[in-house]
């Protein structure tokens, strides 16, 4: 089945690809279609930002669509950024200035008062209208200063108490299996396999079902 993940983040296109690898998928992203135009997250939530980008990006090019609105929550700051996350330092803002700002904003809070959250929700949105919704999250705290190289976004500064390591000092495999996003979408991957089957004709029903030469007759 193709589908379009409708983000031009490779952060995101790659660590998505990774998880949901070895299904029946040719996944394409927003940066395969030029022409697809910026979506305007104005919705008050993860999940109708997340709902807004799949079911515009599966109209407009008529292929199921699924789309990731995630960020970071920190309780000593009201829940900020929250959704707005990825442009918390402005408009087309980078990585690390979003970073920046954060740090800055808890810099007379001690690590034990960092308390934050990460959080994902993932929409999926089929041609026909059909929808589905997954969410993850993963607890943790901002660290004092940026550590490791690996991930994108925030993950530098979210710490994990149970490894001792930020996101990004994480192998990916780890932070795959502990993400938000990838909780998010260990569960979406269930509903997937679900729909994958619905498409595939009787007949690989049956060599799903009954692996060997028995066909249970």
């Not at 299904?23 to 930002?49: A, Q, W, Y």
């Amino acid at each position: 089945m193709k589908i379009v993940l409708a983000t031009r983040n490779m952060g995101k296109v790659k660590e998505i690809k990774e998880i949901l690898r070895g299904m029946d998928l040719d996944m394409l992203s927003l940066n395969d279609f030029p022409e697809v135009p910026s979506i305007i997250e104005d919705g008050k939530t993860f999940k109708e930002n997340a709902l807004k980008k799949a079911r515009f990006v599966s109209r407009y090019l008529n292929i199921p669509a699924l789309a990731d609105d995630s960020g970071i929550e920190v309780d000593a700051l009201d829940k900020r950024p929250g959704i707005l996350s990825a442009r918390y330092a402005g408009e087309n803002a980078a990585d690390e200035e979003n970073n920046k700002k954060l740090l800055l904003e808890l810099k007379d809070i001690p690590l034990e008062k960092r308390y934050a959250h990460y959080k994902c929700v993932i929409a999926i949105v089929f041609p026909s209208g059909e929808k589905e919704t997954v969410d993850g999250s993963c607890n943790g705290f901002i660290a004092l200063e940026p550590k490791g190289k690996g991930g994108f976004g925030y993950d530098p500064l979210f710490y994990v108490p149970e490894y001792g390591k930020t996101m990004a000092e994480l192998p990916p495999d780890i932070k795959n299996r502990i993400s938000h996003r990838g909780k998010a979408l260990a569960k979406l991957k269930e509903k997937l396999t679900a729909i994958l089957l619905s498409f595939m004709p009787s007949s690989q029903h049956l060599k799903k079902s009954y692996p060997s030469g028995n066909r249970g007759i």
